[in-house]
C-alpha cells in the first residue's frame, strides 16, 4: 500500500513553468513504477509520463517530449514533473500514480494501481 500526495500545481501563463512533486508513503517507493496521467474538464484521464523503479527509463507522451521531464528521488520518496513551455492545452488536474508491476510504457489507467487526489494546474493564454 502507498498513499501519494501531489503538490505544485497553480496558474501559469503560456510558455511558464511548474515543478509538480507526488510524495509517497511508505518503505518501498523504490519498488514502484511511478507515473503522472492528466485530466481535462470533459475529457478521459491521459497518460503523460512514468519513470521505472531505478529511475534510468522514462516515457513520455508525444505532446510532452522535449518539454516535461520525469525524474525520482527515492531517498525521498518523491517523484517529480518538471513542466516547462506550458501551453493552454497542458491545462488539467494532474494526477500521480504508482503500481509495483506497471512497465514504464503501460499508459493506461487501469495499469495503475495507486492514486493521488491530483492538483490543478491552469494555463492561461
Known amino acids: 500500500q502507498v498513499q501519494l500526495v501531489e503538490s505544485g500545481g497553480g496558474l501559469v501563463q503560456t510558455g511558464g513553468s511548474l515543478r509538480l512533486s507526488c510524495a509517497a508513503s511508505g518503505r518501498t517507493f523504490s519498488s514502484y513504477t511511478m507515473g503522472w496521467f492528466r485530466q481535462a474538464p470533459g475529457k478521459e484521464r491521459e497518460f503523460v509520463t512514468a519513470?521505472?523503479?531505478?529511475?534510468?527509463?522514462?516515457y513520455y507522451t508525444d505532446s510532452v517530449k522535449g518539454r516535461f521531464t520525469i525524474s525520482r528521488d527515492n531517498a525521498k520518496n518523491t517523484v517529480y514533473l518538471q513542466m516547462n513551455s506550458l501551453k493552454p492545452e497542458d491545462t488539467a488536474v494532474y494526477y500521480c500514480?504508482?503500481?509495483?508491476?506497471?512497465?514504464?510504457?503501460?499508459?493506461?489507467?487501469?495499469?495503475?494501481?495507486?492514486w493521488g487526489q491530483g492538483t490543478q494546474v491552469t494555463v492561461s493564454s
Open positions: 500514480t504508482a503500481d509495483p508491476s506497471a512497465s514504464v510504457a503501460y499508459t493506461r489507467p487501469f495499469n495503475y494501481q495507486f
Open positions: 519513470i521505472s523503479r531505478t529511475g534510468g527509463v522514462t
